[in-house]
Protein backbone atom coordinates (compact mmCIF):
# COMPACT_ATOMS: atom_id res chain seq x y z
CA UNK A 1 0.00 0.00 0.00
CA UNK A 2 1.52 3.31 -0.82
CA UNK A 3 1.35 6.84 0.95
CA UNK A 4 -1.96 8.56 0.67
CA UNK A 5 -1.75 12.39 0.40
CA UNK A 6 -4.24 15.29 1.44
CA UNK A 7 -5.56 17.65 -0.86
CA UNK A 8 -5.68 20.78 0.26
CA UNK A 9 -8.13 23.13 -0.90
CA UNK A 10 -7.97 26.77 -1.62
CA UNK A 11 -10.74 29.67 -1.22
CA UNK A 12 -12.72 32.03 0.49
CA UNK A 13 -13.84 29.58 3.49
CA UNK A 14 -12.76 26.02 3.98
CA UNK A 15 -14.71 23.56 6.41
CA UNK A 16 -12.38 20.97 7.73
CA UNK A 17 -12.15 18.33 10.30
CA UNK A 18 -12.81 19.81 14.35
CA UNK A 19 -10.19 17.11 15.57
CA UNK A 20 -7.31 17.65 13.18
CA UNK A 21 -8.27 20.52 10.70
CA UNK A 22 -7.78 18.32 7.91
CA UNK A 23 -9.53 20.24 4.62
CA UNK A 24 -12.71 18.94 3.57
CA UNK A 25 -14.54 21.21 1.34
CA UNK A 26 -15.29 24.88 0.26
CA UNK A 27 -18.16 26.84 0.97
CA UNK A 28 -18.62 27.05 -2.74
CA UNK A 29 -19.20 23.44 -2.75
CA UNK A 30 -21.85 23.94 -0.12
CA UNK A 31 -25.84 23.24 -1.59
CA UNK A 32 -27.77 23.47 1.29
CA UNK A 33 -27.60 24.50 5.49
CA UNK A 34 -31.10 23.05 6.09
CA UNK A 35 -30.09 19.68 7.34
CA UNK A 36 -30.45 17.58 9.96
CA UNK A 37 -27.26 14.93 10.48
CA UNK A 38 -27.27 12.91 13.90
CA UNK A 39 -26.05 15.47 16.24
CA UNK A 40 -27.42 18.54 14.91
CA UNK A 41 -27.45 20.78 12.09
CA UNK A 42 -25.79 19.44 9.20
CA UNK A 43 -24.62 20.75 5.22
CA UNK A 44 -25.17 19.43 1.84
CA UNK A 45 -22.06 19.64 0.08
CA UNK A 46 -21.44 18.75 -3.92
CA UNK A 47 -17.80 17.66 -3.41
CA UNK A 48 -15.84 16.85 -0.07
CA UNK A 49 -12.25 15.89 -0.07
CA UNK A 50 -9.92 13.66 2.56
CA UNK A 51 -12.59 11.23 3.26
CA UNK A 52 -12.59 6.96 3.74
CA UNK A 53 -16.50 5.96 3.29
CA UNK A 54 -17.93 3.03 4.79
CA UNK A 55 -19.93 0.73 3.47
CA UNK A 56 -23.30 1.16 2.25
CA UNK A 57 -26.15 0.12 3.98
CA UNK A 58 -30.42 1.18 4.26
CA UNK A 59 -31.31 3.77 6.85
CA UNK A 60 -34.65 4.94 7.56
CA UNK A 61 -34.26 8.86 7.56
CA UNK A 62 -37.00 11.64 7.85
CA UNK A 63 -37.27 12.24 4.23
CA UNK A 64 -37.76 8.93 3.17
CA UNK A 65 -35.31 5.75 3.01
CA UNK A 66 -31.80 6.07 1.26
CA UNK A 67 -28.96 3.94 0.99
CA UNK A 68 -25.59 5.89 2.67
CA UNK A 69 -22.49 5.16 3.83
CA UNK A 70 -20.85 6.82 6.38
CA UNK A 71 -17.53 9.34 5.77
CA UNK A 72 -14.92 9.61 8.31
CA UNK A 73 -11.71 12.10 8.28
CA UNK A 74 -8.81 10.05 6.31
CA UNK A 75 -6.38 11.15 8.93
CA UNK A 76 -7.57 11.19 12.29
CA UNK A 77 -10.61 8.67 11.47
CA UNK A 78 -12.93 11.04 13.07
CA UNK A 79 -16.77 10.67 11.80
CA UNK A 80 -18.37 13.55 10.03
CA UNK A 81 -21.39 12.63 8.00
CA UNK A 82 -22.06 10.73 5.23
CA UNK A 83 -22.46 9.90 1.70
CA UNK A 84 -26.18 9.78 -0.21
CA UNK A 85 -25.83 6.84 -2.40
CA UNK A 86 -29.40 6.35 -3.26
CA UNK A 87 -32.52 7.91 -2.34
CA UNK A 88 -35.57 5.59 -3.29
CA UNK A 89 -38.38 8.90 -3.49
CA UNK A 90 -38.60 10.65 -6.25
CA UNK A 91 -38.42 13.99 -4.92
CA UNK A 92 -35.32 12.99 -2.64
CA UNK A 93 -33.22 11.63 -6.50
CA UNK A 94 -31.39 15.36 -5.96
CA UNK A 95 -29.54 14.02 -3.26
CA UNK A 96 -27.88 10.90 -4.83
CA UNK A 97 -24.02 11.45 -4.80
CA UNK A 98 -24.13 14.67 -2.26
CA UNK A 99 -22.68 14.36 0.96
CA UNK A 100 -23.71 15.53 4.60
CA UNK A 101 -21.49 17.11 7.35
CA UNK A 102 -22.33 18.03 10.49
CA UNK A 103 -21.68 21.70 11.86
CA UNK A 104 -20.63 20.71 15.16
CA UNK A 105 -17.93 18.65 13.45
CA UNK A 106 -16.54 21.19 11.11
CA UNK A 107 -14.29 24.21 12.05
CA UNK A 108 -13.24 26.95 9.64
CA UNK A 109 -9.44 26.23 8.07
CA UNK A 110 -7.15 29.43 7.33
Not at 17 to 42: D, E, P, V, W, Y
Request: glycine share 10%.
Amino acid sequence: MGMSYRRYLSGERIYGCSTCKTHLATIHSMISRAFNGQHGRAYLFDTVVNILEGEANDRPMTTGNHTVRDIFCCKCGTTLGWKYEKAYEPSQKYKEGKYILERNLLVDVQ
